[in-house]
């Protein structure tokens, strides 16, 4: 089994790489492979979208590889399980409001908006340890609970049209979507690799997800 991850141009990825590689090892879930060729994603047989930055020029690198129509194919009409992480999260949305709007993979009902709070601790980016909130259950989510915490860095949220689409949130002046998925797809606002022993347990959950 092969599962890509995406590079395209939007940070460091090495951390990312590193611990999917510990846990496809640990599970017994093939290569792992980061790569920026469209040609690549086209033959995986997961995706993994992660990213940092903004959602604009994420969305127009991905474009310009021709990993965006790559990533299209393979999870729209094959049915391949996708995972976003943070920005990568943030693209599976109808659109994004970051700078300017632009329209999203169109995955899952919401759109992307800036944090707003009226709080003056709560400093925006949401940056650090955040404790999660299970809104329903999936697979990814097994041996995961409420009061569970996760890492995040992000300036912008996902605002969900579709609530029965959110998986988790956790409180920041208000609820913020944390995870969100349906069929074949499931998404991160977090970074997984940065979280420790339960951002190790949700990919290698993903690892082993058979949609």
Known sequence: MLTVIIDYESGNLHSAEKAFQ?????????QILVTDRAEDVARADR?????DGA???????LR???CFE???EAVERRGRPFLGICVGMQLMAQRGHEYQTVEGLGWIDGEVERIVTDDPA?????????DLVIDR???VMEGVSTGDHAYFVHSYQMRMSDPTQRIAHVGYGGEVTAIVGRDTMIGFQFHPEK??????RLIANFLRWRP
């Open 64 to 66: 310009r590889s021709g």
């Open 195 to 200: 979280s420790q022993a339960v951002g190790l």
């Open 55 to 61: 959602f604009p020029a994420c969305s127009a690198a």
């Open 137 to 139: 259950a999936h697979p």
């Open 70 to 72: 790559a990533m299209v």
């Open 22 to 30: 510990r846990m496809a090892a640990e599970a017994g879930a093939g």
């Open 47 to 51: 995706i993994v979208l992660p990213g």
């Open 122 to 130: 709560l400093k925006v980016p949401h940056m650090g340890w955040n």
